[in-house]
């Protein structure tokens, strides 16, 4: 199925994950619940979909909380890793304002990082709809579909350095060509900040 980013976008804001991931992303049905407790303190856990083996799981704030720190999470998803070794934290404010996307990079010799990728009602979340659309799986693939493609898929949508590098060396290719096509300014300097600033606005506009 073709991934429709409207649909996505409309499910993301009502919080509807279960829907979500069922009808536009190809995951399929799952329930399981997990309780841990941090610091003298409960999380509960609920499973919304899984792919070949990769679980979503959807951590809620209590009514009146907001959603745990950093240092918190981070305990939460090495506890849930015992349980399913490939999976993502959905962690939400009770509000109903702001989504931690979290997931698990884990490399053979180095402890796990885990990259969250931020979602805001405030904001146009352009960026975080093309996140989606990189772990959204057609029935096409269904009959050779393995847990190795769908973490590589995870890797491709969710990994800062992985994206993080590629931008960058993608912006030192854009910046250049930006400096041959300027004209009339001949100061170097004033070449430069002219480029990256029009580059800058690109980013805004792009990941708004």
């Not at 999976?87 to 884990?106: G, S, V």
């Not at 490399?107 to 969250?116: C, D, I, L």
């Amino acid at each position: 199925m073709d991934f429709n980013a409207a649909g996505a976008k409309g499910l993301l804001e009502r919080f509807d994950f279960a829907t979500l991931f069922v009808n536009e992303l190809g995951w399929d049905r799952h329930s399981a619940a997990l309780s841990i407790e941090i610091s003298s303190t409960p999380y509960a856990l609920t499973a919304i979909a899984e792919k070949r083996g990769m679980v979503a799981w959807l951590c809620e704030a209590p009514t009146g909380q907001s959603i745990p720190d950093r240092a918190t999470r981070k305990k939460i998803e090495h506890q849930v890793a015992k349980t399913t070794l490939e999976h993502l934290i959905i962690f939400t404010d009770a509000k109903r304002a702001e989504q931690i996307w979290c997931w698990a990079r884990r490399e053979a010799g180095k402890p796990a990082s885990v990259p969250e990728h931020f979602w805001y009602a405030s904001s146009g979340n352009r960026g975080f709809l093309q996140k989606l659309a990189a772990i959204a799986f057609s029935l096409e693939e269904e009959e050779s579909l393995t847990l190795v493609d769908v973490t590589s898929r995870a890797r491709a949508a969710f990994d800062v350095e992985r994206v993080t590098k590629r931008f960058y060396d993608q912006f030192k290719i854009e910046h250049k060509a930006f400096l041959d096509l300027i004209s009339g300014i001949t100061d170097v300097a004033d070449r430069d900040w002219y480029a990256s600033l029009m580059l800058n606005r690109l980013m805004f506009i792009y990941f708004m």
